[in-house]
């Protein structure tokens, strides 16, 4: 299972068929600097931008390691990079996301996304590939969750 998720956030470079997470393509003598360019669009957006090109949302700011309060500390979680082409995405085909380690996370709320069950998304499909003359659309609400207070 382990291995199935890792191919999951991970690309694939056609000339060596390998799956690369973000750590390989970075290192990666073509397709490196793509990554680079993504890795640091992300990190605008959940920051402060990055010059005119990213527009940041201020959803994290960087505190020295020193400067996390000692009862703190153990509540200090970890990030994982994903990845994912979408060639439908013609601004941005490269996408890099920042996800935090949700095991570890100390928050005394919910830190879940709500989604429908598979049976309802079945029926939902069913009936629209079912009745005639029907359309369908989906949309994808570009960083829904940057900034969204928990």
Do not use: C
């Not at 201020?58 to 979408?86: C, M, N, S």
């Amino acid at each position: 299972m382990q291995a199935l998720k890792e191919l999951v956030n991970a690309v694939l470079d056609e000339e060596s068929g390998k799956m690369l997470e973000y750590r390989d393509l970075l290192k990666h003598p073509k397709l490196g600097p793509d990554w680079n360019i993504s890795g640091a669009n992300e990190f605008g957006r959940l920051a402060q931008g990055v010059g005119d090109r990213i527009k940041g949302t201020d959803t994290i700011k960087f505190i020295r390691k020193e400067d996390v309060p000692l009862d703190r500390r153990r509540d200090v979680t970890y990030g994982r990079f994903v990845v994912k082409v979408r060639p439908e995405n013609t601004k941005e085909p490269n996408r890099t996301r920042l996800t935090a380690g949700g095991n570890l996370i100390n928050y005394p709320w919910d830190v879940s996304t709500a989604t429908a069950e598979m049976l309802l998304v079945k029926i939902f499909f069913n009936s629209v590939i079912s009745t005639k003359g029907a359309r369908f659309m989906t949309i994808d609400i570009e960083n829904f969750y940057l900034g969204t207070p928990m």
